[in-house]
């Protein structure tokens, strides 16, 4: 980012600040506490259900988790390049308890929009007011001939849900001989964290820059353009020997036959539109659609779930907000960022609904940090705001950019340092 950029978003960003400081809803004798029941307790869900508490502490909020603790996607490439440890990424949900939320290890597997109520996989019931689902995606399986959740979870993994199908990838790259091939399969759009993949071959070219000096990583790409690209390539080309005969790195994008078709898991083989590559590891993200708890309630239009975009209230039924991945917020990308920000927006129109007020204007923000190699960081930010007319977020011109290409090494150090203190804050904004 510029810096005439960097100031112009810091001022939009204000906006939400601002937004923030409109929050101050005074408590009202409601009689018997309003009842908001969250589903799911990723980036979304927790911010939501830690805000609506600080909003109006008289609330009551249930969070549905399925799992005792949140291993976060984010940061979890640094796992596979050696500079974290799954421990380092996961969190339990204590501070969330300590503003008062009533968290529940569960499963939600129907939402009856009718009694309002959620029913859980232990055969409990849990009456709303509000809802919020934010369950994060779920898999495509099908669209790759002979890969599916068994495989990918023994021995071609997705990593794309953190825990252990990362600790699986890393186990693989560390036992791959010297001068060993990694074939990543990247996703077609639309797809949770658009830089991921790309910042994935990084992680991995930096671990074998270490220990494999000799290893290769090919991306087999659907898609001819992708995220940053344009400032991953510059990393590649100055960390990995990127467009020359000894790169680490090759990516084959769609029209040069990126497009994957089948896979033979025995021989790691994968045949793609043109030719068969054999790996040594192999990494397929497959396509992706909305969490499965979206299509039992009914929330789900094609694969994502449409919204209200000044809300984020279900366009299909009301009272059920949907945040973050499973959500249709185009052109907010899906990421953690974005599902935090959007989950504030939702807090303060819930609130202001139960205090027979309108929703504000909401602005939200957006800030995607890519580790590409040591002291080589890149990102992408952007202020959006919503246009009523025509129910889409849009970034507010001047309000955000890239990181400027050919930067210098103090600034590319400085992203990565960024990136890091980004993911203390979002992970204390939304659970502590
Ligand atoms: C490799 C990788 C790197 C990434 N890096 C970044 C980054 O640098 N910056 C960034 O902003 N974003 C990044 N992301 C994206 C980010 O992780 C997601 O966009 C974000 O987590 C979305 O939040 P969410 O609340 O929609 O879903 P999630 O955070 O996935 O949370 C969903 C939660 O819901 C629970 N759940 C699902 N269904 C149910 C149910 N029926 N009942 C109960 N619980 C349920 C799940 O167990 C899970 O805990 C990255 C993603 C990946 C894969």
């Avoid at 994502?304 to 949907?322: A, L, Q």
């Avoid at 246009?387 to 400027?404: F, H, K, L």
């Amino acid at each position: 980012m510029t810096d005439i950029n960097r100031r112009a978003f810091i001022r939009a960003a204000g906006g939400v600040a601002a937004l923030g400081a409109t929050l101050g809803f005074p408590s009202l004798a409601l009689g018997s506490a309003r009842r908001v029941v969250v589903v799911g307790g990723g980036v979304g869900g927790s911010t939501v259900a830690k805000y609506l508490r600080k909003l109006d502490p008289t609330l009551a909020v249930t969070l549905i988790e399925t799992k005792p603790s949140y291993t976060t996607c984010f940061m979890s490439n640094e796992v596979l390049g050696g500079e974290r440890t799954l421990e380092s990424i996961t969190f339990g949900y204590d501070g969330l308890r300590r503003h008062g939320v009533d968290v529940v290890m569960d499963t939600a597997v129907g939402i009856d929009p009718v009694k309002k109520t959620v029913q859980t996989a232990s055969g409990k019931g849990f009456d709303y007011d509000a809802c919020v689902v934010s369950p994060g995606i779920d898999f495509k399986w099908g669209a790759i001939a002979g890969y599916n959740a068994e495989i990918a979870a023994n021995s071609v993994p997705h990593a794309w849900n953190a825990g252990p199908q990362t600790l699986l990838l890393r186990r693989q790259i560390e036992a791959m001989p010297e001068g060993g091939r990694v074939i990543i399969v990247a996703p077609p759009d639309p797809f949770k964290c658009p830089p991921g993949p790309y910042e994935r071959a990084s992680q991995i070219a930096l671990y074998c820059k270490h220990h494999k000096p000799r290893a290769k990583i090919i991306i087999l790409d659907a898609k001819d353009a992708f995220s940053k690209q344009g400032l991953f390539i510059e990393g590649w080309t100055k960390l990995y020997g990127y467009g020359t005969d000894n790169s680490m790195i090759q990516w084959v994008g769609g029209s040069g036959g990126g497009k994957v078709e089948s896979l033979d898991a025995a021989k790691l083989s994968i045949q793609a539109e043109i030719e068969e590559f054999k790996g040594d590891v192999v990494n397929i993200i497959p396509p992706q659609k909305a969490g499965a708890i979206a299509f039992a309630a009914d929330l789900a239009e094609g694969d994502w779930c449409p919204v209200n975009k000044r809300t984020f209230e279900s366009k299909r039924h009301k009272d059920i907000y949907v945040l973050g991945d499973a959500s249709s917020a185009a052109k907010m990308p899906k990421s953690a960022y974005a599902a935090n920000s959007q989950a504030k927006v939702a807090a303060a129109a819930i609130v202001s609904r139960f205090h027979g007020l309108e929703p504000g204007d909401p602005t939200f923000v957006n800030t995607c940090y890519s580790v590409v190699g040591e002291d080589f960081g890149i990102s992408v930010a952007a202020v959006y705001s919503h246009d009523a007319a025509t129910n889409s977020i849009e970034p507010i011109p001047n309000s955000g950019g890239i990181s400027p290409a050919k930067a210098s090494p103090e600034i590319r150090k400085r992203e990565v340092s960024y990136a890091h203190s980004w993911f203390k804050n979002v992970i204390n904004d939304m659970l502590e």
